[in-house]
């Protein structure tokens, strides 16, 4: 039996439907098991074992509101350092098997130079996260690996999907709403689809199945390849409009950080190397830019318009 937790998030509710579609036999919770309350999760862990051996947990639940972490720290640190640990507890008591999931905002976001250019994220560069949100979901990491070091961390970044708000939903509503919209041309990354570290994750699960078992430890998982946020909402109108999905013209416009000031600075390089999760379970990960005409193309199905 796997517990999905976090299971109507964006992450968690994709990771439903591909758990279902692979026949595993899960249970998912989202805020009714508080998971700042080890009893709620221990009494929850309880009931799923009598039933059946718990043997995964999936922690897909976090605070990743990253500017109002800044005046909303106590209930943020709950949900992404003390809920990550009583998870791991939980996961230490009943002899699971924890997949957490992390972010790239562990890292501060300035990138590592080799060679006169930056490299990728590895998962043993050093940390040093910025503002509330990546300081906490730092700590939560070390929480889990301290609880239970059965445990595999996967850090993931720039994730959108069909399930809860992202930067593609909000990217295709304003340009059938405006005639220009702006977007920062300082900022690099790896947009992710939800679906694609869906399937990863239950990847993982299955390995052991197969007598290939992933071993501990930290993960890094996006897309492939590496844009800016501006090139990212440029790929977005013109898939958009090949697919119907909007409707009128609209500019693109680069701009700098520095015209949307916010509380937290927002990672200029984010990029993360995805060598080690290749090797673990032997996967290709598709480009960035494929997986996001098959989330328009479905999309585009889903409302009626191809």
Known sequence: MLWLIGNKGMLGT???????????????????????????????????????????????????????????????????????????????????????????????????????????????????????????????????????????????????????????????????ERDEVKVVNDQRGSPTWAQDLAETLAAIVAAETQDRQVPWGIYHYTNEGSITWFDFAREIYNQGRRFGLIKSDCAVRPCTSAEFPAKVTRPAYSVLDKTKIRAALGIGIPAWDESLVRYLEIRAKQEGLA
């Open 14 to 176: 994709e990771l439903s439907l591909v758990l279902e579609k692979r026949g595993v036999s899960f249970t998912g919770t989202d805020r009714e098991v508080d998971i700042a309350d080890p009893a709620a999760l221990a009494s929850f862990a309880e009931t799923c074992c009598r039933k059946e051996a718990l043997t995964w947990i999936v922690n897909c639940a976090a605070y990743t509101a990253v500017d109002k972490a800044e005046d909303d720290q106590d209930f943020c640190r709950r949900l992404n350092v003390e809920g990550p640990g009583n998870i791991a507890r939980i996961a230490q008591s009943t002899g699971a098997r924890l997949i957490h999931i992390s972010t790239d905002y562990v890292f501060d976001g300035r990138g590592i130079q080799e060679g006169g250019s930056f490299r990728p994220y590895r998962e043993t560069d050093e940390t040093s996260p910025v503002g509330v949100y990546g300081l906490t979901k730092r700590d939560g990491e070390q929480a889990v690996l301290e609880n239970n070091p059965r445990s595999c961390i996967v850090r993931t970044a720039w994730l959108y999907g069909r399930h809860g708000g992202n930067f593609v939903h909000t990217m295709l509503r304003l340009m059938n």
